[in-house]
């Protein structure tokens, strides 16, 4: 089966720079993936998506990048604000969302 | 949020009871899951539910059961709550785009069993 796991439990950055959260995924066969942000008390929010034909996804102040070859993908913030203050996780699929595997998730400090 | 809410948000409850948990959703979604995350293992799949009456388990469906009698409303039981099963309980909807299905999650039930 799958195995999803994320390489930092904890990460801290200053307010304003830019943060990465990385993950790494064990099954070739995955081919989509997404990243959660969840904060204090509520339930995992969608951020952005990624299918395994794209190596590059860009959002608004995010970014996903997808490396097949290893089987890791990253989460890039820009300019860190206290509100992205957060446990973040990935997940990855090679089917139907109840093929999902999560990672255990890195919490990400914003520091003034 | 997806349109989904779940109640209790919070419950505490005695080892042996039963325990019933309501997610209720009102976008007409076809699927819903029920999902269960501890810190050592993440969010793993209980149940899901792929229409009224129709079910299936997921990866640690035992000591569980579900029910979906309308669209809207997705249950999940206890028969007889162990303190194993003391975790945040997530009930969630998945929407299919572009080929793939995202899931939405609500806003959890944090379930305490002394």
């Known amino acids: 089966g799958e195995s999803v796991g994320l390489h930092l439990p904890t990460l801290s950055v200053q307010e304003g720079d830019n943060s990465i959260i990385n993950c790494a995924y064990s099954?070739?066969?995955?081919?989509?993936f997404i990243w959660y942000k969840q904060e204090s008390g509520k339930g995992p929010q969608f951020i952005i998506d990624?299918?395994?034909?794209?190596d590059k996804r860009q959002g608004q102040r995010v970014t996903v990048l997808l490396n097949k070859t290893v089987k890791h993908l990253s989460l890039q913030i820009a300019a860190t604000q206290p509100g992205d203050s957060a446990v973040y996780f990935c997940?990855?699929?090679?089917?139907?969302?109840?093929?999902?595997?999560f990672g255990s998730g890195t919490q990400l400090t914003v520091l003034p | 949020d997806a349109g989904i809410t779940q109640s209790p948000r919070h419950k505490v409850t005695e080892t042996g009871t039963p325990v019933t948990l309501r997610c209720h959703q009102t976008?007409?979604?076809?699927?819903m899951y029920w999902y269960r995350q501890d810190p050592e293992h993440g969010l793993r799949l209980i149940h899901y539910?792929?229409?009224?009456?129709?079910?299936d388990k997921g990866e640690v469906s035992d000591g569980y059961s579900v029910s979906r009698s309308k669209t809207e409303d997705f249950l999940l039981t206890l028969e007889s709550a162990t303190s194993s099963q003391t975790s945040v309980y997530f009930c969630?909807?998945?929407?299919?785009?572009?080929?793939?299905?995202?899931?939405?999650f609500g806003s959890g039930t944090q379930l305490s069993v002394l």
């Open positions: 969630a909807i998945s929407e299919s785009q572009r080929g793939r299905e995202k899931l939405f």
């Open positions: 099954n070739s066969a995955s081919d989509y």
């Open positions: 990624i299918r395994s034909n794209m």
């Open positions: 997940a990855a699929s090679s089917g139907s969302a109840r093929q999902l595997t």
């Open positions: 976008e007409n979604h076809r699927y």
């Open positions: 539910s792929y229409g009224v009456k129709d079910t």
